[in-house]
């Protein structure tokens, strides 16, 4: 019986790199992208499984969209020529707004990708400032407005909240226009700085709960810590990361997750290269987390939580954060109470 199964293709190339991007990502240069997409075909070869029904495919960076028609064209053909993908599937290309020309729009969509990812991160000059972005708030409404007319009903737009510059005026700015545009996804990310104070976290609280009130208001559903979607758009591929199903990442540094065991690609080229052109895998280690914690913790990111059936084996822990308000139990389901979702990560080390 065929198992289902998600794909990951990491393209680690950009024009400038972002500083608050923990991805592996290089400055693009056209002889190394070429050599490593001719690698990365290798390697979807080598990691054939045709016993799989692949149902998403998820393309992420870097930035995948200053990927060519011939080099998107060469990537995805090599995926359904070594798998076997559904015919329905959710296919996910992440894009920068000046990278999204009518042009790019009609082969990308031309290439079987149906659902778009737009880095926005903000509809507020100041805030692009800050976090040096290429592109300007004119070029972020042109790319959502030039995708939505290219007929892509399915888009995600990134955002990033917790910026020293950022308020609830600004923020609320922000989710006026996404309104405006009324995309199908929200993705919503606080930003990672090297130390934060007390007053840092408290603003980022503040300004997540408001995110996440506004958003509600308009019609999204939160249905993961980061992520809120119209009803029936929530992102199939994210989903199976929080709901312990296989996975396979192909380039570099990509994860992948098969039968219990996770594993990680090479995030030098050296070594990649080295491993596909011996026609091996090129995975830098695997490892094994019991799997009753690996579905606790991926599990709880999600809003509507998991079957208490996952605690046999921790109900001491449990108890204790049921007692202190950490988290719920409704429907024999555990999540992690509203309040506290951004304590996730500490609540997660009870199980670890």
Known sequence: MRKFASIYIHFPFCKRKCFYCHFTKFNYEKELVDKYLNYLVKEIQIRSNLNYKIDTIYLGGGSPSLLNEEQLSMIISAIY??????????????????????????????????????????????????????????????????????????????????????????????????????????????????????????????LYFFAKKYLESIGYIHYEVSNFSKNGFQSKHNLKYWKDKNYIGIGLSASSYENNIDHKNFDNFDDYFNKIENKKIPYKESKTIKHDVRKIITGLRMIDGISIENFKNHKEELKFLEENNFVKIEKNRVSIVQTKILLLNEILTYFL
Do not use: M, W
Request: aromatic share 10%; no cysteine.
């Open 81 to 206: 020529k070594y798998f076997n993908i559904e015919n329905n599937a959710e296919i996910t290309i992440e894009a920068n707004p000046e990278d999204i020309t009518y042009k790019k729009l009609n082969y990308i969509k031309k290439n079987g990708v149906n659902r778009l990812s737009i880095g926005i991160q903000s509809f507020v000059k100041k805030d692009l400032v800050y976090l040096k972005r290429n592109h300007s708030v004119k070029q972020s409404i042109q790319a959502v407005e030039n995708a939505l007319n290219a007929g892509f009903s399915n888009i995600n737009l990134d955002f990033i909240i917790g910026l020293p510059v950022q308020t609830q005026k600004t923020l609320e700015y922000n989710f006026s226009k996404l309104k405006d545009l009324d995309t199908s996804h929200v993705s919503v990310y606080i930003l990672e700085e090297v130390k934060k104070d007390k007053y840092s976290e408290n603003r980022d609280n503040d």
